[in-house]
């Protein structure tokens, strides 16, 4: 099945000191998810921001918050998240020693769950959990910074990756995170990926270029039953 592709801009890249204003501003710029990073220093060599600040701009949109948790351990802080008002929280098997529980968890929770892979983790890693998740998060870049550059050996494993969830016949997110521009857009689309996280592309240019990059990114939009114009 073809789905609309999805834009959720990493709020990594806003500009801290007026989080809410640049939250109502990606929305209205027509962003589907806000992508929430969250690092520890310890997992990822970098500290963003934690269950405080989620709950500091949650009355700021009714679009779904998108949590990725960078952290480690993890399921320690999956209630302070939810209770915080994350829509999605998406986990690295490797933050914890039992993932299919932690992914049970977030369910448990009322949340959307969702597998992250490194650029180093294979495939493979989703073959007994694929039927338990809502998304599936493909790392274009090791995690833990904005602005690197794309790693296009990922392009492969998100083909395999559209393979395997379409087998399922569930309705299964395929996001993409790290690396993402006009460039590298289109490419990690054509692989089969439907979710695109944007940081550095979607931000750059301030607030009056929000609009246009977000749309930039999504692309042309195919009409029902047609393809996509050039
Ligand atoms: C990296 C984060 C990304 C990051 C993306 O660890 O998970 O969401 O903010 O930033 P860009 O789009 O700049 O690569
Ligand atoms: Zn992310």
Request: aromatic fraction near 6%.
């Amino acid at each position: 099945m073809t789905r609309p592709v999805l834009i959720a801009p990493s709020i990594l890249s806003a500009d801290f000191a007026r989080l809410g204003g640049e939250v109502r501003a990606i929305d209205a710029a027509g962003a589907d998810w806000i992508h929430f990073d969250v690092m520890d220093g310890h997992f990822v060599p970098n500290i963003s921001i934690g269950p405080g600040v989620l709950k500091a701009i949650r009355p700021h949109t009714t679009k779904p918050i998108d949590v990725h948790l960078m952290i480690s351990p993890v399921d320690a802080y999956l209630d302070a998240f939810a209770e915080a008002g994350a829509d999605h929280m998406t986990v690295h098997p490797e933050a914890g020693p039992h993932i299919h529980r932690t992914v049970q968890r977030i369910a448990g929770l009322g949340c959307k769950a969702g597998v992250v892979l490194n650029p180093g983790t294979p495939a493979k890693m989703l073959d007994y959990l694929i039927d338990d998740v809502d998304l599936v998060l493909v790392m274009s870049v090791n995690p833990g910074f904005g602005g690197q550059s794309f790693i296009t050996s990922q392009l492969r494993k998100i083909e395999a990756i559209r393979r395997m969830i379409d087998k399922t016949g569930r309705d299964i997110w395929l996001q993409v995170d790290g690396g993402i521009d006009f460039a590298t857009a289109p490419q990690a689309i054509a692989a089969g990926a439907d979710v695109l996280v944007a940081g550095t592309a979607t931000f750059r240019g301030g607030p009056g270029a929000y609009a246009d990059n977000i749309a930039r990114i999504r692309g042309p939009v195919a009409p029902a039953g047609g393809t996509a114009a050039a």
